[in-house]
């Protein structure tokens, strides 16, 4: 049981992880932190939040739990702030995309003074963002990925663990590095390439939207993603998602090959392996 | 109000058109014309078809509306069996994802004998295949569109508009070459693109299928869908969908180098602009 749970920006996610710990009762008391105290007022009017302030470290101070719910090029920033701030048994995570930036910031702030901390990623997310979008239910049956490495105080894996399964959420552990070459795949290149592909047919086939349905529209749904967190999360992560790229393209030019040389049996048996290892998604 | 309607091939659409024919009452009596007699009891049993059968002259003998619902590469097969066995009132359609092959089919039949026959393609559809997968609200609110030609019998269009209006889709005409075009944009890419993204990950990022959240099986969930129709529709529409395939390269192309280049504003601005885009699907 957490006494005081501190949220460092109350977006999709932070104000997701509010509700649902406001939902389970696994705090005692939830403090939302964000620059812009009016964007705050719809979490209290809900009850998500007990306490709303723009006030870092007074936010933070006493905190048992604070997690860093801002995007992957802010988070480090804010993560040298808590540090300063948080109390000397807290416990710190975020919940970001990419996870090496984030530990190695912590790696380095763990030389200035020790700190519990360890990096969580939840796989659930919303092409929406904001507090609006958040839901008590986004991490129900989810995958969280903590990331601890050599160096991490095993009370933080322990702590932030037990936080997310009393969520709801299943958790598992990654290296950072691992991580991010697989979320590289699993969902940077797919946001990419939904990216893309919308950008192609807007620009070249626009005369063609009227004709959208249900295949295209669930293909493209995360090229509405937010941009600014999605700009953040490319480039941090590039070189895993520049080489998941380069494996796209691959399979995309044998394809293109196949198609080019009207080989139907031998395009058939390709989509055929394809549809079993789609169809193997749990 | 259609005394008989014959439909060839009971899958997934032409499965839906006769649950969906029953359902809004327009057709006097739904005869089923397969290959495979069994397969086409589960829809008698349903109640969809009142007659099944395997012999395609004596199926569609009577028929004011006959229907094609088999492959795109079949279809013209079968169109000329239709052809040689419809009575002179009768009108064909059919409901293939590509419309100038069927359509120059049609064309050429013609000129032995004169028969009214316009091409339609319902904007609707399933990554799941046969009659399990049919639905009578399938074409509830969905675009049909219909491909005539200046060689096209207007009671055929006029015909088809009505049957599929009555069925709840709402209809739009094309000529079968802007047809042919937009639908590589808006279905035929997206499936490309979605098999090509499933092939990458699971050769070389398998271990990260585990973190599969919904973004990746919203993007990939169309690779599951039949292989030997999309291989089929691949080889039809191969020179479009090249066309298609070079507009997504170039936008993949932009994407990278921008990723490439760590250019954060940049990418922001960029996809920015596409989930505006995004975001003005009605």
Redesign the interface.
Known sequence: MIRRLAIVGVGLLGGSVARAARAHGVAGEIVGIGRDGARLAAALRDGALDHATTDLPGGVAGADLVILGATV?ANPVLLERVWAAAGDGAIVTDVGSTKRSIVRAAERLAATRPLAFVGSHP???S?RSGYAASRADLFDG??V?VTPTDATEPRAVKGVTAFWEGLGARV?ALDPDSHD???????H?????????????????A???????????????????D??M???I??DN?DA??A??G??????D???RL??G????A?????????V??????
């Open positions: 090029a796989m659930a997310g092409e989810a995958l990925v598992t070459r697989g979320v590289a795949a699993i969902s290149l797919p946001h990419l390439v939904a990216y893309a592909l919308m950008a192609a047919i807007a620009r070249d086939g005369d063609a939207l009227p004709l959208a349905a249900r295949g295209f529209r669930d293909t493209t749904r995360i090229a509405a993603s941009p600014a999605w700009a953040e490319f480039v590039r998602l520049l998941r790229t494996e796209f393209r691959r399979a995309l044998e394809l293109e198609v080019r009207a080989d139907r049996a395009i058939e048996t390709l989509l055929s392996r394809i549809k290892a789609r169809e193997g998604l749990a």
